[in-house]
């Protein structure tokens, strides 16, 4: 039996997140420059995207570009960003065709301007699809979105908007650039890294975390599949213990009803 068909497509995660790491020592290992590896990068994440929409995942999130990856050398931010903004350009008919609606979260007061009209088209013209939603995180990182969140409450508090005392997880997560979105269940990271590196600290507060040494320009449909059946084998417990969790779910569905 394929490791594909060992998933329950029943029990998918609702949404996947993945740091995409690997790509440098990916081509470095090659004896190539490291913007090889980021060339490469993309053709993974044009596999893992269509895997995602195939299996019938609703929400895709893929760490593109940190706000820390800003310090690296400027050739790599430069050449890395071009291959990002280009690549969402040239992706658009297929993200049309596959009925898969692109978002961006991310600081783009950061981004050049180029890129900025360039991914606002992409998000234009995806705006209809109603299949996968394709969240890029890009000039991300959780606690520029965090500090941000909370610029934003203190100014509704400031013009009588919000009453402190009524201030709840809701109110932080309506603020959060992630407010359209369900918690990541399962979050993915490659190339041998046991870390978040400042992703999603907020919604990961309960993701299933799997790692894999598998660089991400290797990364394919088939690693995929091993991630989400692995996942599916976890018991998520909330808090609760194991026999709380194993008395929620009926042992034979059909009879209980
Ligand atoms: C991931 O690969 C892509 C980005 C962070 C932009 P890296 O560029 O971090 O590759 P390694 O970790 O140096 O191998
Ligand atoms: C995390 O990878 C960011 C992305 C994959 C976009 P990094 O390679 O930047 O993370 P660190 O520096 O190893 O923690
Ligand atoms: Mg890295």
Known sequence: MSVKDQINLEKLPRHIAIIMDG???WAEEKGQDRLYGHFHGVESVRNIVEGC???GIEYLTLYAFS???WDRPLREVTGLMELLVETIRKEVPTLNKNNIRLHVIGDMSMLPD???KALEEALEMTSHNTGLNLVMALSYSSRWELVEAVKKIAVEVKEGRLDPAQ???DTLE???VTSELPDPELMIRTSGEYRISNFLLYQLAYAELYFTSTRWPDFRKEHLYEAIADFQKRERRFGKTSHQVQDD???NPSVTG
């Open 23 to 25: 790509n440098g020592r």
């Open 53 to 55: 929409a195939e299996l």
């Open 67 to 69: 706000t820390e990856n």
């Open 114 to 116: 180029y890129a900025k």
């Open 167 to 169: 201030i709840s997880q």
């Open 174 to 176: 309506k603020f959060l």
């Open 249 to 251: 779910q009926p042992v």
